[in-house]
């Protein structure tokens, strides 16, 4: 799927907006809408963009174990994971899937220690 610009900036805009008024902080991180970037984007919606490097297809493959071991094959320091939480096959992916990290001793690290450090 694609969006318009103008489409994308609008729905990240109302969502940092819904975010903020729950929060009282405003999101300072963005991915865009199914992963696709438009120039000038970060500055017209003021927030950094956060790509993945690793899509676990967990909305597609909705079977836990299959993502676990998938996201065992690709992932490395540094690795940005995405999930889902649309599915209790995704949640349940998930919570394997950090358990697994955590046996093989990797870390986990808020974006803005990932990327701005």
Same mark, same amino acid.
């Given at each position: 799927k694609s969006l318009s610009m103008e489409e994308a900036?609008?729905?990240m805009t109302q969502t940092a907006d819904l975010?903020? $008024?729950i929060t009282g902080s405003r999101p300072?991180?963005?991915?865009?809408p199914y992963g696709k970037s438009h120039e $000038?984007? +970060? +500055? /017209?919606?003021?927030m950094i963009e956060v790509l993945w490097d690793i899509d676990t297809m967990d909305w597609s493959l909705r079977d836990p174990a299959r993502v676990v071991q +998938?996201?065992?094959? /690709?992932?490395?320091? $540094?690795?940005?994971?995405?999930?889902?939480?649309?599915?209790?096959?995704?949640v349940? $992916?998930?919570?394997?899937l950090i358990d697994a990290l955590k046996k093989q001793n990797y870390q986990f690290v808020t974006v803005d220690e990932l990327?701005?450090?």
């Open positions: 900036c609008r729905q975010i903020c $008024g300072m991180f963005m991915r865009p $000038g984007m +970060e +500055e /017209k919606v003021q +998938e996201t065992l094959a /690709k992932v490395e320091d $540094g690795s940005i994971i995405l999930m889902h939480d649309e599915f209790q096959e995704s349940d $992916g998930a919570l394997q990327i701005l450090e």
